[in-house]
């Protein structure tokens, strides 16, 4: 998914599932995070690997000693590779795709759907934007920009040596033509609900075939464009603006249903960025070769060969050297593989938390919002929400299932955005005593000596807990938050006595609006966008707003952070503090782990960071020896 | 007069038949069993060991509280061998010992049942389609190969989604529903050849009712071919148990059974490093099965004459 619709269209991500966790934050191979405030340290300390001196052949499976609490922070990892030898001409590496399934072929940034896809497209093509770490558009890359507040418009200028592989310059009018495409009645794919399509002016004519062109995009010249809103919200420079542009002159003459399934989007994709595909064997394996008149500068390495490869298998073939680099890693097997001979782990922040929700409605499929009724719900009672939160031991869980690699969670800004997590803010830790004297004070109690609370009116209270299958640790994980649910005397059972399957998981939570009242209780995890701003999946009428939470403060802060006056850092930090502690306070959801990436990369390469405006581009990546 | 006399003398002399019959035949099919048995040590030592198994597990499961072994715990995680855990622990920091006992207890109580069921429901088809014939047979038969053709696997699948939570018995009761066939058929062949036998004819002739003659004649005659397939069955049920668990259509993985136990191998990790999470259920998966296996051809080579060993 690209990084303008993750604004939005958040994604559904399975506890132990890597693939979709990965979709959120690799968009662009070129520009990747750099947590910004946390931590900076040079070198890898505890992932070992890099004491040994040349690693070539010798696969000695000594282990050596794990640390002493077989613990791992995440702040000890860097983001770049630390290879700084010299490096060679006319280097080949193997890129590994990490998918359990072929991935689909929509090679087109404005087409594609799956993240496998995505993941294909990076090395050829890239955005007209570049992101800071706080996820800004920066004017570093393929186009500047200046914001216009008068008139509330964005321009951008086109550097003049960006070219498409064949030559032709990429122009304004490109850019223009892929607004028009997405916007079209015919367009099939997922693009097209960001704030930098909805807000632009003309947009609902020409949606509404009332219009031959979108009135708000003016092309100025043959390089310069230019965007009118209908107001600016800080959301269009984080994330909200499309920056890939369509080439007009290969897919101008086609009619918009059929670019998707086009030669040039299938066979032989088109871009600008540092590679051009060479040969794809659908499915399985893409060849590119370097774009020399790449607009930075001549890429590195000769060719770059990219493979599926399936998760279970990853490991093994980064040992033998099969693959050089990844895609993304299982984090769950990183405790067993973290002193791999001739590989250096690299890790940061994800933009993804784990989190457990609280059925407070259903969804209204009138009037497409939330139907929030938290008096006829089980879980309707802010205290029983908080006394669950204070019986989980979310560190316990962190430290012992993912070995440190995940820890427990605060508020509802996860820490991969640095500048908006508010880690003032006290939240329920632990503390099971604490979790029953709220209860008892409540009116939760056992009346009828079943050990198990009854609700305040003496009616039996039993909650149906749903979660997902997926990974070793989601059953264990699951039967331990029911047992200390358990533990603080509530009537936690698994709902259906099973784990469920990933797509009838969200199915019954109510990903489709059709809410399964069986369920009171879910564990789920969201990957967010560069975007922090929380309304797609927290305002009323987001069907992501699985709670079905809604409450007029709620509404009104997550409004106050997309208004003009969030254009100021200050006051939308502000604002999102607020929102994070009416979050603590009302507990729709409450976080319970923050997550990793781990990517594991051969020692032999160098110049690659797996952070967000590091200012290190794909076509720097290199290699310092030939195998 | 006389003829009724005659009649009733028949009757009588072959009453009499029939009961010395009972009396020699079905006490010394069983002694030819145990004869074969006693002859064969390989399958004396299967029976032993298989009788040890069931009975320790059985009673160590009586034992054993199942909450406390399906308590998650996370401070003990992969936890190897020790003398806290016999024989460590699983991912939820889980003993595996204990989850072994009960697992293949379950395992085994699903094979027994499974059998059972489909052995009753198997031979009942079966004899009532090969002592009737003709049109009954046919349409029996025809509903055989209805099961028959359904795809096993798929429908166990469909049925473990649909049925919210299952217990030993649905699960036996699932499983009945697709193998009853195989015994039908053996079975039914069997008494279509019994019933032209003289003994049958001349039951009939006598006026005995077709219950009885189904019910005390034929089928004493053919229990020893039920006996041998049902032993057989045994081994191939556990196994099918353990191969649906281990994709996980059988129990939930908070019930423990010998097919949850394999499925942690799914993790290659687990594979090749913590052999004590699954060794122990595969090799107890491939000697039960061989030891049911091997009495079973003992008792398949008692029941026929030519290949006895006794």
Known sequence: MSKSLLGKFLFVLMLASMLLIAACNSDEGSDTPDDGGEDNTEDTTDDGSDDGSEDDGESSDDKKEEDTDGLYSIEDFSTSTSNDGELIDGGEITYGLVSDTAFEGTLNWNFYSGNPDAMVIQWFDESLLTYDENYTITSDGAAEYEVNEEESSITFTIRDNVNWHDGEPVTAEDWKFAYEVISHPDYQGPRGSTVGFTLLEGMQDYRDGNADTISGIVVEDEKTITFNYERLTPSLLTGGIWGYPLAKHIFGDMAVADMASSDAVRQNPIGFGPYKVDSITPGESVTYVKNEDYWRGEPNLDKVTLKVISSSTVANALETGEVDLVDSFPVDQFPDNSNMEGIEWLGDIDLAYTYIGFKLGDWNKEESRVNYKPDEMKMGDVELRRAMWYAVDNNAVGEKFYNGLRWAGTTLIAPSHPAYHDDSIEVPTYDPEKAKQILDDAGYKDTDGDGFRETPDGEPLEINFAAMSGGDVAEPLAQYYLQQWQAVGLNVGLLDGRLLEFNTFYDRVGNGGNDDPAVDVYMGAWGVGYDVDPSGLYGPTAMFNFPRYESEENTELLEKGLSDEAFDTEYRQQVYSDWQKLMVEEIPVFPTLYRSVLIPVNERIANYDISVGSGVYLYELGVTSQD | ?310
Do not use: C
């Open chain 2, 1 to 310: 007069m006389s003829q009724k006399q005659t009649q009733g003398d028949i009757e009588k002399a072959v009453k009499e038949q029939q009961e010395e019959k009972q009396e020699q035949k079905s006490p010394s099919g069983f002694r030819i069993f145990w004869r074969e048995i006693l002859k064969d040590k390989l399958a004396l030592v299967s029976l032993i060991f298989f009788v040890l198994i069931t009975v320790v597990v059985f009673g160590a499961s009586e034992i054993l509280d199942k909450a406390e072994v399906t308590r998650v715990d996370p401070f003990n995680i992969y936890q190897p061998p020790s003398d806290e855990f016999l024989l460590g622990t699983d991912q939820g920091g889980r003993d595996i010992f204990g989850q072994l006992m009960i697992g293949t207890r379950n395992s085994l109580a699903i094979g027994f049942l499974v059998t059972l069921l489909s052995g009753i429901i198997g031979v009942v088809f079966g004899v009532v389609s090969g002592y009737f014939g003709g049109h009954i047979d046919n349409a029996l038969m025809r509903v055989v190969d209805f099961f028959m053709v359904l795809p096993f696997i798929m429908l166990v699948i469909v049925f473990v989604a649909i049925v919210p939570k299952y217990s030993i018995w649905t699960f036996s009761l699932i499983m009945t529903a697709f193998l009853w066939m195989g015994i039908a058929r053996l079975i039914r062949s069997k008494a279509l050849q019994e019933k032209e036998l003289d003994y049958a004819q001349a039951s009939r002739t006598l006026g005995s009712s077709h219950t009885k003659i189904i019910f005390k004649q034929v089928l004493p005659n053919i229990t020893s071919l039920i006996v041998v397939t049902m032993t057989l069955n045994l081994a191939a049920n556990i196994g099918i148990e353990s191969g649906l668990s281990f994709l996980g259509f059988g129990f939930p993985k908070d019930t423990p059974s010998l097919g949850t136990l394999l499925s942690y191998t799914t993790n290659p990790i687990t594979l090749e490093e913590r052999w004590w999470i699954w060794l122990p259920a595969a090799v107890l998966i491939l000697l039960l099965m061989l030891s049911v296996r091997n009495v079973g051809e003992a008792l398949k080579r008692a029941a026929d004459a030519r290949q006895r060993r006794a």
